[in-house]
């Protein structure tokens, strides 16, 4: 078997052959390569101690040299090197007390969390695959090393990393592996939350991000890192737009969504968590949620930031489930009202919002109508941005200055009320976006 090998990655191969050192790349990297994927980064393993990864080559950052890590830098590029090693206890669920480094790859890929990440290969050397990798490839199987248990008491993370492998690679979990996880999951409490967050999104924004959502919620995960989506399990009200649980729902949702866009599954993940709080029941027995959207857009911000998102995350998907609940299909918004939902959810999100919509609305019984009314406020936006009609007070045809020299009144609070009444105005109507105009609905104003 033949693996083309980067030239900067071959290069270090080389190096350490050349001094008698055995050098492999080595874990997720050969397994996208069987796969016919091409790796994000490439890991290369040595049987070379990390103070003579040093010597032998020009740039390097001792990245982690107590595990044994050292970064080679070519070209600009950064190449993890690390020396074979063994771990001791891990004290944590999370980082081995300590390393011993030794001379047998073999002895390096057994500690390794998976067996399709515990391959290495060389052009020398050929494939080196004491577990069964390849096998599993063909199988399309998550299956730890060894015993699992013991895999993710070492490294609780493992777990999440084994349900986001399956999504992203479209593998089943091995049995017994899965078993393992579920016989584990409250370890996950000892993992920091930036790796969660991590984890999740790459779960998120994989092909299969509801396969992954479904497993983290049958190994009882998900109720640790997001018990308010978990609190959506289950919850059934009987609604005139669906039946299913909003938990359901809510995957049905990211199903629908055509874009692995972080911004858009986060938004469809948390889009209707508001409804636990809403709930409002007809005299028929049918439920509805008044207000659940903006109920939603608060519920969401603490979430995220327990989650440690960054703010203009926060911001981003708390503007997009804010607005993202279509009502009465008959009626068509003006472009005042557009525009003014454009400045709330704000022109880099708006597309955003209408992917939501879309998906939201193609879980409903009858979606047209409301994809209709979606669509003409698309179009609608289309043109406004188009066309730069104003949106904000620094488009408005007048300034403050403006309004002090002809209307004669002084610097204060005064000159913003006026030029937040004069956008108000020309949000309803564009035409009246000129200085005489705007001036005479300033004096109008006083």
């Known amino acids: 078997m033949f693996i083309n ?61 107590k595990h044994g890590t050292v970064t080679v830098v070519l070209d600009n590029e950064n190449l993890e090197v690390t020396t074979y090693r063994t771990e001791g206890n891990y004290l944590d669920n999370r ?45 399309k199987i998550i299956k730890a090393v060894g015993d699992p248990n013991k895999r993710f008491q070492e490294d609780a993370l493992r777990m999440l990393r084994a349900i986001r492998f399956s999504c992203q690679l479209g593998f089943e979990i091995d049995e017994l592996t899965y078993l393992a996880i579920k016989e584990n999951y409250k370890l996950i409490k000892n993992i920091s939350i930036e790796r969660i967050r991590d984890e999740l999104c790459k779960i998120l924004i994989s092909n299969n991000p509801c396969d992954g ?89 603490p ?64 979606p047209v109508p409301f994809l209709k009314k979606v669509n003409y406020i698309s179009d609608r936006v289309k043109l406004i941005l188009k066309n730069n009609e104003p949106l904000y007070i620094k488009d408005l045809a007048v300034t403050g200055s403006d309004l002090m020299t002809h209307l004669n009144i002084k610097p204060g609070k005064i000159i913003g009320e006026i030029l937040t009444f004069l956008l108000e105005s020309v949000l309803d109507d564009k035409n009246l976006n000129n200085k005489e105009s705007l001036l005479e609905i300033a004096q109008n104003f006083l």
């Open 303 to 366: 979430i995220l930031s327990r989650l440690k998102f960054d703010n203009t995350t926060i911001d981003k998907v708390s503007k997009i489930i804010y607005d993202h609940l279509v009502l009465d299909v008959n009626y068509m918004p003006t472009d005042g009202e557009i525009k003014r939902l454009l400045r709330r959810v704000g022109s880099e999100n708006i597309f955003t919002l209408f992917e939501l919509q879309k998906a939201d609305i193609n879980s409903l019984w009858d």
């Open 95 to 139: 980082h081995p007390e300590s390393v011993e480094f030794v001379s047998n790859i073999k002895e390096d890929l057994s500690r390794r969390d998976f067996t399709v990440n515990a391959l290495a290969y060389n052009n020398k050397e050929g494939l080196i695959d004491y577990f069964n990798g390849i096998d599993d490839i063909k199988n």
């Open 5 to 65: 090998i980067p030239n900067n990655v071959q290069f270090i191969i080389d190096t350490f052959y050349n001094n008698n050192y055995e050098a492999f790349m080595v874990g997720g990297c050969v397994r996208d390569c069987l796969l016919g994927l091409t790796p994000k980064d490439y890991d290369i393993t040595t049987s070379a101690l990390p103070n003579i990864t040093e010597s032998l080559f020009e740039k390097t950052i001792p990245t982690g040299i």
């Open 213 to 301: 959502l479904n497993l983290l919620k049958d190994t009882g995960i998900l109720e640790i890192i997001i018990p308010e989506i978990y609190s959506l399990v289950g919850y059934t009200p009987l609604c005139n737009n669906h039946n299913r649980d909003v938990f359901n729902h809510t995957l049905n949702v990211i199903n629908n969504t055509s874009s692995n866009d972080l911004i858009l599954r986060l938004s469809a993940l948390f889009h209707d968590v508001g409804k636990l709080n809403t709930l409002k029941q007809l005299p028929n027995g049918h439920c509805y949620f008044p207000g659940h959207a903006q109920e939603g857009a608060i519920i969401c911000k």
